[in-house]
C-alpha cells in the first residue's frame, strides 16, 4: 500500500496513549524543549482579543476557525499602522508614500513567498482569496490558445475530451470552476472517489489517471468537512507521471500544516488569507512562475500592462500581470503579518519573525502546533464518541481538527442554535460540499473546527452543550 | 443580549416536531409545490387537494430541522378546510409579522402558528419557518397539476 508520511505536509495518525512521549512529524519523540514551545503556542490564545467575548452570556468558544480564524492583536495593529501611517496606491508614483506602500506590498510578497517555500518571490499573487486563485487557474486552461502566452506541453489549454479530475470531497470553490472550465472546453470532470474512512481511494486514483488524457487534477489538501489530510505529494508524483499539472484548494491546511509547494511538488498552490489568522479578501495563488508566464491574464486593467495601445495590448511580467487594478494592499499587509505570527508563535513571542528567518521559524512552530492541535482532536474524538445517538464523519487516516458529526433526533440547525445559546460557536450545513454530504448520506452536519488557540475546556463546553440539546429535544 | 433557546422553541413547536401533523403524501391531489433552502439543504414537498376554491386536504413531506419540520405541521393544520383566498390572507399576514412589517398582534394569539413568532428574534431561522409557508403559496398561486 501507499506510503502516507511526507514531509511536513502529512500530520502522523499519531496517538497520545504512550503518556508524556509524542511522535512529531519527523518521527522523533517530543523533548521537553519542545514541550515548552507547546507551552508557548498554547499561550498564543492571549494575543487574539475576541476570544474574551461574552456571547450570550457565556464565554465564547469558537469551533468554527475553518469557516474563518480570528486575527491577533499583532496583525489587527498592522493594518490599523498602514491607514493610519502609510496609505497610499502603489507602483508608478513618485512621492514618498506611494514608494514606501510599494515597498512593505512587496517586502508582504517576499513574505508569503517564505511562507510557502516557493521558488521565487515572483510566483505569489495576491488576490481576493482562496476562490479567486482556484477560479484564474480553471479560467485559463478553459481560455483558447490565442490569448495564452507560450502554451506548452501540459501548459495548454484544454480541449474536447480532456478530463479534469477533482475529488469527492471537494468544496464548490474547487468544484463548480472545474465544471465551468469543462463547459467552455470541452473537457470533462469526473471524481476521485473517497472511501468510507474519508480518505481518497487511491486505487480508484489510479485507475482514473489511466483515463486519457487526464490534464488536470485539482485536489484538495484537507477537507473542510471531515479534516481528512490528503497526500498531496504522492498525488502529485502520480499525476506528473500521467503528464497531468496539479492544482491545489489549501484554503484548510495554512493555518494547520507548514506548506512548502517545493517539497509537496504541485503546479498551483491557492489560499486565503482570513483562515490563517490573516484579514479577509485577501489571499494568494502560487503557481510555478513557467505556468504563470504561459498563461493569459484573468482580470485585465490597470497594472497588469507592459504597452497599451487602442489596438493591442502587451501585458507586464508575472506576478504583475496577474494583479490587475488596485489591489489590498492593506490586506495584503496583514496577510505577511499573519505569516510572521505563526513563525515567531512558537519561538518565544519575541515579536514578529524577519523576512530571512522565517522558514525555519515556521517550521518549528508548525511543528509545535500540530502536536497542540492533535491532542485537542484526540480529545474531542475522545470526548464526542460516547455521546449517545452521535456519529462522527469519517475517520481519516491524517485528520486536521475539524470533525463533523450527526445526533439521532436533533437536526444540525437545531443543535447550531442550542450551541450558541450556550456561547459555542459551530457550523452546520452542508459546508458548501454537497456531493460530500451525498456521499456521506447525511443532508447536512454539525462541524467542530479547532485552531492550536482552542482548549480542553471548550471541547468540554461542547460536549455538555451538545447534551444539554439532547435532553431539550428528547433524547432519542 | 442573551438568547433563551426556549423563547424559540416552544412547547408547541416541539411537540409540532416529535409528532408532526399531516406529515406525508396525498395519494390524490391536484396543486403541489416544492421548496429548497440552498443554505441548509433543507427541503419541502406539499401535496394539495383543492375543490370549490377550498383546501379540503394538505400534506407535508420535508426534511430539515425542528423549526422547518413544525412551521410545516402547524400550517397545514392551520389551513386546511380553509378557502384559497382566506389561506392566502393568513400566508400574508404570517409573511409581514414574521418580517417585522405587523406587529405581532396582528395575528390571533391563541393560534399555534402565533408560537412560531418567537423567530423574530433570531432573524437567521427565518428562512427555516417560512419555507413551509412559501411552499403554501406556490401552490395556491399556481394553477390545478
Known sequence: ?476 | MSLDPTDLYKEVILDHNRWPRNRGRLEEFNRSSSGFNPLCGDQIALTLNVSQNQIEDIKFDAQGCAMTVASASIMTEAVKGRTVDDALKLFDAFHDCISGKLPPESLDDSEEYYALLGVRALPVRIKCVMLAWHALHDALSENET
Request: proline content about 5%; hydrophobic content about 45%.
Open chain 1, 1 to 476: 500500500m501507499y506510503r502516507l508520511h511526507f514531509g511536513v505536509e502529512s500530520r502522523g495518525a499519531t496517538s497520545f496513549e504512550d503518556g508524556d512521549t509524542m511522535k512529531l512529524e519527523n518521527g522523533s519523540l517530543a523533548t521537553p524543549l519542545e514541550s515548552d514551545s507547546v507551552a508557548t503556542v498554547r499561550a498564543g490564545r492571549a494575543d487574539f482579543p475576541i476570544l474574551s467575548t461574552l456571547i450570550n452570556g457565556n464565554p465564547l468558544a469558537y469551533l468554527d476557525n475553518a469557516a474563518t480564524t480570528h486575527k491577533p492583536q499583532s496583525v489587527i495593529n498592522r493594518i490599523q499602522k498602514f491607514y493610519a501611517a502609510e496609505n497610499s496606491n502603489i507602483h508608478r508614483g513618485v512621492h514618498t508614500l506611494t514608494a514606501q506602500a510599494t515597498d512593505i506590498y512587496e517586502e508582504a510578497r517576499s513574505a508569503l513567498a517564505q511562507f510557502v517555500n516557493g521558488f521565487s518571490v515572483d510566483e505569489i499573487i495576491f488576490n481576493r482569496g482562496c476562490t479567486e486563485g482556484i477560479n484564474c487557474v480553471a479560467d485559463a486552461f478553459a481560455s483558447p490558445a490565442e490569448l495564452w502566452q507560450h502554451p506548452s506541453g501540459l501548459i495548454s489549454p484544454l480541449s474536447e475530451g480532456d478530463v479534469i479530475l477533482v475529488s469527492e470531497m471537494e468544496h464548490h470553490s474547487n468544484l463548480v470552476p472545474w465544471q465551468i472550465a469543462a463547459a467552455k472546453s470541452g473537457a470533462v470532470v469526473k471524481a476521485i472517489p473517497i472511501t468510507d474512512s474519508g480518505d481518497l481511494d487511491l486505487d480508484e486514483y489510479q485507475a482514473l489517471l489511466k483515463m486519457n488524457p487526464v490534464r488536470i487534477v485539482a485536489v484538495t489538501h484537507a477537507s473542510n468537512v471531515i479534516g481528512t489530510v490528503n497526500p498531496i505529494q504522492l498525488l502529485a508524483e502520480l499525476a506528473h507521471q500521467h503528464s497531468a499539472i496539479v492544482v491545489v484548494d489549501g484554503a484548510q491546511a495554512v493555518a494547520h500544516l507548514a506548506i512548502d509547494v517545493q517539497n509537496l511538488g504541485a503546479d498551483f498552490y491557492a489560499f486565503s488569507g482570513h483562515k490563517m489568522f490573516g484579514p479577509t479578501g485577501i489571499g494568494v495563488l502560487w503557481g510555478k512562475q513557467t505556468h504563470l508566464e504561459a498563461m493569459p491574464p484573468y482580470q485585465t486593467g490597470g497594472g497588469m500592462v507592459r504597452e497599451v495601445t487602442m489596438q493591442k495590448t502587451t501585458f507586464a511580467q508575472v506576478p504583475a500581470k496577474f494583479e490587475a487594478g488596485t489591489p489590498n494592499i492593506a490586506g495584503a499587509i496583514g496577510l505577511a503579518e499573519a505569516a510572521r505570527y505563526l513563525a515567531a508563535l512558537a519561538n518565544g513571542g519575541s515579536g514578529p519573525a524577519s523576512i530571512d528567518k522565517m522558514r525555519p521559524q515556521l517550521q518549528s512552530s508548525f511543528a509545535a502546533l500540530t502536536l497542540v492541535e492533535d491532542q485537542l482532536l484526540a480529545h474531542a474524538l475522545q470526548a464526542l464518541t460516547p455521546v449517545k445517538g452521535l456519529k462522527v464523519l469519517g475517520r481519516p487516516h491524517h485528520q486536521l481538527p475539524v470533525i463533523s458529526f450527526v445526533l439521532d433526533g436533533v437536526h444540525p440547525h437545531d443543535l447550531g442554535t442550542i450551541l450558541d445559546s450556550e456561547g459555542v460557536a459551530v457550523r452546520v450545513g452542508h459546508h458548501c460540499c454537497m456531493p460530500l454530504m451525498r456521499r456521506l448520506g447525511v443532508p447536512a452536519t454539525t462541524r467542530a473546527s479547532l485552531a492550536f488557540y482552542n482548549t480542553d475546556a471548550e471541547i468540554e463546553r461542547l460536549i455538555d452543550a451538545i447534551n444539554k440539546a439532547r435532553s431539550f429535544f428528547g433524547e432519542p
